[in-house]
């Protein structure tokens, strides 16, 4: 499958950019990508802190399953995500992990948050990876502390458009398996 995708330099939601796409009929595959959000959020409707220096992502899929089966993307995606970060990263995975539901930590805390939403046969998985500390401190809930890939890479440069192709097609992977496991 090929993605579309379309890339912002900045923008208030990837997700709301995306449920926007789906509204007008945008195919499973629709990317939006931004280098920095102003009003990015994680699961439950928290906030998510997007400064430069993040990757963040959204993606549209219309899985054509019952809806009761939609809960198993979000350990599947989340598992997608810590294997393309352990292979960006050269680490095993002891040292990235999912935390459950649908993190992704490190000892240090929280690398990435994914967040799924679904309304009318629609899901949007929203994707925040902290890459580089920002020039802005990060206020957080105490709770999850944020992680950087350039602490568990030290030799990190930046997150490249193999990083981003390597994650679309590993969510595409987990999507498929998702779908199959859905069908039988």
Known sequence: MLF???????TESTNDDV??????GAPTGTVVS????????????RVWMS??????FSVLFRPG???RTWPSYSAAFANAVAAVLREECDVDDAVIRVKAPNDVVCDQGKLCGISLESRSGVIVV???????HSDRPIV???????AYVCDVAADYIAPSLRALDDLLQRLLSAFAVVMEGSAS
Do not use: H, M, S
Not at 19 to 24: C, G, I, M, R, S
Not at 51 to 56: A, D, F, N
């Open 140 to 146: 957080t809930d105490g709770r999850n502390e944020p």
């Open 65 to 67: 399953t019952p809806e």
């Open 51 to 56: 400064p430069e220096g993040g990757l963040y």
């Open 19 to 24: 449920w926007a796409l789906a509204a007008q």
């Open 34 to 45: 931004a280098r920095r959000q102003r009003a990015g959020r994680g699961q439950w409707g």
């Open 4 to 10: 579309k995708i379309e890339t912002k330099d900045v």
């Open 126 to 132: 929203g994707v925040g990876v902290n890459v580089f």
